[in-house]
């Protein structure tokens, strides 16, 4: 079920915000380290046509013993086309344009200088731009004399973060998050995962899947959000869950039970959490569950249901839920 959300935008080199508001089912970036990035493959149909070697012993020698030296190239990326050079945090990456003869572009450039100053030959090149998790690859043409070339990322940046229905904070240490490119299922791509909450995210500007694990076990919000050029966006994604521990007693609020194996099962029989200890805790998902606590050789049981809400202790008493 696609959750309900309104919307506040405003600028950051604008600023926005977004709050993802609950609906029936509800829901409401770059300190990670950078993945390394893809090779850009060649369009075969759109290569430059391979050079022809210059006849020996003709002028043409000379011309082309002029137009190997290498030449002067200052690259610059911008977030958009109406903003100020990127001052730090972009990494560049020149391949030659003709393929090798697996179909691999040779990297013949790199710099980690947000304004990078390289020496190329005379040629074609396809030069790469990668700020955070936004990149982008264009051609490169290096003539004799100085070459300057500006890359326009067209970039924004996203902050996520949950909370539980009912504006009910979660600790951070129980939240992460996964960035997808946008579309069906089978073809989605991943962007950048186990993100924690509140990390700014700089991406192209796009539409993305986001999914947000609440624990480890079953309580996974999703929502798709747009990123805007030259904006931050934050989306507050809101979960129907609740963190829940266990105790066997003896007695209603009585002492907990030691040395206790733990199972906690679906309706349909599927088990979702196993502990051992007299005080295990999870998070689940709202929805009906069956709860199994093991002592000795005895095995008591009990149903229950988990509401989204804060956190919740449930009892098992060997007096009332029995043993076998």
């Known amino acids: 079920m696609l959750p309900v959300y309104r919307l506040i935008a405003c600028a950051i080199l604008g600023f926005a915000s977004v709050t993802l508001v609950p609906a029936p089912v509800s829901f409401a970036q770059e300190s990670a380290e950078i993945p ?11 290569l430059p046509p391979a050079p022809t070697a210059p006849a020996p012993g003709t002028a043409a020698d000379a ?23 990127i001052p730090e945090g972009v990494v560049w990456r020149v391949f030659d344009s003709v ?24 040629g074609e090149y396809v030069v790469h731009a990668a700020y955070g998790r936004a990149q982008l690859s264009e051609s490169l043409s290096v003539v004799p004399g100085n070459n300057e070339k500006v890359v326009d990322l067209e970039a924004g940046a996203l902050r996520l973060n949950s ?33 924690p909450p509140n990390d700014i995210v700089t991406l192209n500007a796009g539409t993305y899947h986001i999914v947000s694990h609440f624990g480890t076990i079953n309580a996974v919000v999703r929502a798709d959000l747009r990123v805007e050029a030259g904006e931050l966006t934050d989306a507050t994604l809101y979960h129907h869950a609740s963190e829940v521990s266990f105790r066997l007693v003896s007695e209603e609020g009585g002492e907990a039970i030691a040395d206790v194996e733990w199972t906690v099962k679906t309706p349909d029989g599927a088990t979702v959490f196993t502990d051992r200890g ?22 008591y049981n009990r149903e229950v249901q ?13 007096s009332v839920y029995g043993g076998a």
Do not use: H, W
């Open 306 to 318: 988990v509401v989204s809400g804060g956190s919740r202790e449930i009892e098992v008493l060997t």
């Open 99 to 122: 393929p090798d003869a697996q179909g691999n572009m040779t990297l013949v450039a790199k710099s980690e200088e947000s304004t990078a100053r390289l020496d190329l030959p005379p």
């Open 278 to 299: 007299a005080f295990p805790s999870t998070v689940l998902a709202e929805g009906d569950y069956l709860i199994f606590a093991k002592q000795g050789e005895k095995v």
């Open 36 to 46: 390394p990035l893809p090779r850009p493959r060649p369009d075969p149909n759109n």
């Open 163 to 195: 909370a539980v229905t009912g504006d009910i904070p979660i600790a951070p240490t129980q939240l992460r998050f996964d960035i997808f490119t946008a579309g069906e299922e089978a073809s989605r791509v991943l962007i950048a995962e186990n993100l």
């Open 63 to 85: 011309i082309a013993a002029v137009t190997n030296v290498p030449q002067s190239v200052t690259l610059t990326a911008r977030i958009t086309q109406e903003g100020p050079s």
